[in-house]
């Protein structure tokens, strides 16, 4: 299994919808939770952190279930410019590496 | 505000040719660093990470080598490419542990990366 699972997609959804996608982490142990953002043929960028109590930021809401080892990614009024591909990635306290899954893919079509 | 630079962009290179990448980190002091490769429609894999100058671990048994002879700067080496070294190579720092004062210090920021070509 590995340590962090993502749906590769891609998710095709059209302009103005909602969209969500999860990600399960296999070490209970982890601590810290982030989402980045990929476009294509460039470096991942820092989206947001997921805190226990979920965060928002605009039209992005994250969340996590530290119970069911998951953590989800919420896009309101989805733009054609949030088509990329979001990279869920774990930290656990002591070490410094983060573990990353493969990443789903977005397209948000007119 | 911290940066960090890459270079080149982009790279063709023969079979059996040296490489040397570069990394620079600005803005910031003792940064742990990275190296990832990306293979076209893959995930991130860490190849090498350091926590200090001439410090380095190894995540992954290849061709590659890392050096950090400074405490900004990050090289990515071999001393002869294969074909299965083409990719996308991504330099990163993130803060030393027990300094981050919060979770975005706890992250990693990425350089614009160097795309490598092996023929």
């Known amino acids: 299994r590995k340590e962090v699972e993502q749906d590769p997609g891609p998710f095709n959804v059209p302009e103005g919808a909602t969209v969500a996608f999860n990600c399960t982490y296999s070490?209970?142990?982890?601590?810290?939770f982030f989402w980045y953002r990929q476009d294509c043929r460039k470096e991942p960028k820092l989206l947001m952190s997921?805190?226990?109590?979920?965060n928002e930021d605009g039209r992005f809401t994250a969340q996590l279930n530290r119970a069911s080892q998951y953590i989800s990614l919420l896009i309101r009024d989805s733009k054609l410019s949030d088509s990329a591909t979001y990279l869920c990635?774990?930290?656990?306290?002591?070490?410094?590496?983060?573990?990353w899954g493969a990443g789903t893919k977005l397209i948000i079509k007119p | 505000s911290q940066t960090i630079h890459q270079w080149p962009a982009t790279l063709v290179q023969p079979v059996g040719s040296p490489l040397s990448l570069e990394c620079t980190v600005e803005?910031?002091?003792?940064?742990?660093l990275y190296w990832y490769r990306q293979a076209a429609g893959r995930g991130l894999q860490l190849l090498f990470y350091?926590?200090?100058?001439?410090?380095i671990s190894s995540e992954v048994p290849q061709n590659l080598s890392a050096s950090r002879p400074q405490d900004r700067q990050f090289i990515l080496s071999s001393k002869k490419l294969l074909l299965s070294d083409s990719g996308f190579y991504l330099c990163?720092?993130?803060?030393?542990?027990?300094?981050?004062?919060?979770?975005?210090?706890?992250?990693?920021?990425f350089g614009p990366g160097t795309r490598l070509l092996v023929l």
């Open positions: 990635v774990v930290k656990s306290r002591s070490n410094y590496q983060l573990i």
């Open positions: 070490n209970s142990a982890s601590q810290s």
């Open positions: 803005g910031t002091s003792n940064p742990n």
């Open positions: 350091s926590v200090g100058i001439g410090q």
């Open positions: 997921v805190y226990s109590s979920g």
């Open positions: 990163a720092w993130s803060s030393a542990v027990g300094l981050a004062t919060n979770t975005y210090q706890e992250t990693q920021y």
